[in-house]
Structure formats: structure tokens, C-alpha cells
T-cell receptor
Framework: GQNIDQPTEMTATEGAIVQINCTYQTSGFNGLFWYQQHAGEAPTFLSYNVLDGLEEKGRFSSFLSRSKGYSYLLLKELQMKDSASYLC??????????WGAGTKLIIKP | TAGITQAPTSQILAAGRSMTLRCTQD?????MYWYRQDLGLGLRLIHY???????GKGEVPDGYSVSRANTDDFPLTLASAVPSQTSVYFC??????????????FGPGTRLTVL
């Protein structure tokens, strides 16, 4: 079956760095997406990886290892506004997104 | 531009009643999607449409129907609501269903409670 695993909740300190891991198993693979979702709001796109390696975009970076079925989202210089859920989603061979349950990130001052 | 709009924002519905959740996008995207989001679960795809005039079933289509008469609108209908359909419903769109970093844009969601 198809499955996405990510931690349910993480806590980090303002100004620090946090890494949110995601492992996936899909029928075929057409890329890995990360979305941010603030409480009560819609998900918004953060990053996309389809090749192995690190993609950097400002304070956020995303890494992919296709051979290991593994990705992580790295958030640097954490700010209070980064408190949100982070959703990992893998695109399968039918171009449908398989979503993880999300990681709730709590930032403490 | 508005992006994607959904209506209503929230609704309480009696079991057995029918309801249509509305979704409109102004980005001229070809592909549109309906998801439900439940606590502790990932977003689950209900139905999708690759382009106007075509629709397809997602992971959890039972009890729901959709239509795609034009590019902009993608309504979701619950013919006879049941309590297990209590959820937050998100409509999304993307330029196409495949090809590269084809991010999906989400509407603000409809919070539906079926009693």
C-alpha cells in the first residue's frame, strides 16, 4: 500500500534549527512536496523535490533521497510565525498526492 | 485575484439531507481536486478533474459526486449526508495534473458538521 510517515509533533526554540523527517512508500514516484498549514487555514506550498539532493529556499530547505524513500524539511532561524503543521506529500504514478498526517511544530520563545 | 473561493465557510447539516459545496477558481487551472481533512489523518482525495468535462474518483469517493461543466467551477455534492462526513473540505487546483513542480493551490475550506 501507499504510506507517508512523519512525526506527529515537534517542539523547537525561536532562533534555532529544526528538521522534520518524512518517509514514503508509493506506487511510482513523481516528486515530494512540503506544505505549511497554520491552524484553521488552508495548506500553502513550500517546496518540491524530484531529484536527490537539497533544495534551498531562504530559511527553508528540503532534501530528498529517492533510494531511501526519505525527505526532510529544514527550517532555520525559527520565528514564532513558523508555528504550524508541516505536511509531506508524495506524488504517485497516477500523479495523485499521497499525504502524511502532518507534523505540528511548536515554537517556544 | 481571488485564487480559489469556497462556500459556505461552515455548515451544520442534518443527516439525510443533501448539500452542495461550491468551489470556484480564477486562475484558469485545468486540474481541480476535492479533499477532506480529518484530525490525525492526512488529506484524502475525494474526486478530481483533469480538465473541464472530465472527473475521476479519488481515495474516498463514496457518498460524494462532482461535476466540471466549465474550467472555473467544481462543486461537490453530498446526496444524503451521514455523520461520518463531518470534516473540513478543501478544494484545490493546479495548472495541470502532471509535470514538474505542479503545486496545488488550496481554497480556505468548508467546515461541515453532520448531525
Amino acid at each position: 500500500g501507499q504510506n507517508i510517515d512523519q512525526p506527529t509533533e515537534m517542539t523547537a526554540t525561536e532562533g534555532a534549527i529544526v528538521q522534520i523527517n518524512c518517509t514514503y512508500q508509493t506506487s511510482g514516484f513523481n516528486g515530494l512536496f512540503w506544505y505549511q498549514q497554520h491552524a484553521g487555514e488552508a495548506p500553502t506550498f513550500l517546496s518540491y523535490n524530484v531529484l536527490d539532493g537539497l533544495e534551498e529556499k531562504g530559511r527553508f530547505s528540503s532534501f530528498l533521497s529517492r533510494s531511501k524513500g526519505y525527505s526532510y524539511l529544514l527550517l532555520k532561524e525559527l520565528q514564532m510565525k513558523d508555528s504550524a503543521s508541516y505536511l509531506c506529500a508524495a506524488m504517485d504514478s497516477n500523479y495523485q498526492l499521497i499525504w502524511g498526517a502532518g507534523t505540528k511544530l511548536i515554537i517556544k520563545p | 485575484t481571488a485564487g480559489i473561493t469556497q462556500a459556505p465557510t461552515s455548515q451544520i447539516l442534518a443527516a439525510g439531507r443533501s448539500m452542495t459545496l461550491r468551489c470556484t477558481q480564477d486562475m484558469r487551472h485545468n486540474a481541480m481536486y476535492w479533499y477532506r481533512q480529518d484530525l490525525g489523518l492526512g488529506l484524502r482525495l475525494i474526486h478530481y478533474s483533469n480538465t473541464a468535462g472530465t472527473t475521476g474518483k479519488g481515495e474516498v469517493p463514496d457518498g460524494y459526486s462532482v461535476s466540471r461543466a466549465n474550467t472555473d467551477d467544481f462543486p461537490l455534492t453530498l446526496a444524503s449526508a451521514v455523520p461520518s462526513q463531518t470534516s473540513v473540505y478543501f478544494c484545490a487546483s493546479s495548472d495541470s495534473i502532471s509535470g514538474g513542480a505542479n503545486e496545488q493551490f488550496f481554497g480556505p475550506g468548508t467546515r461541515l458538521t453532520v448531525l
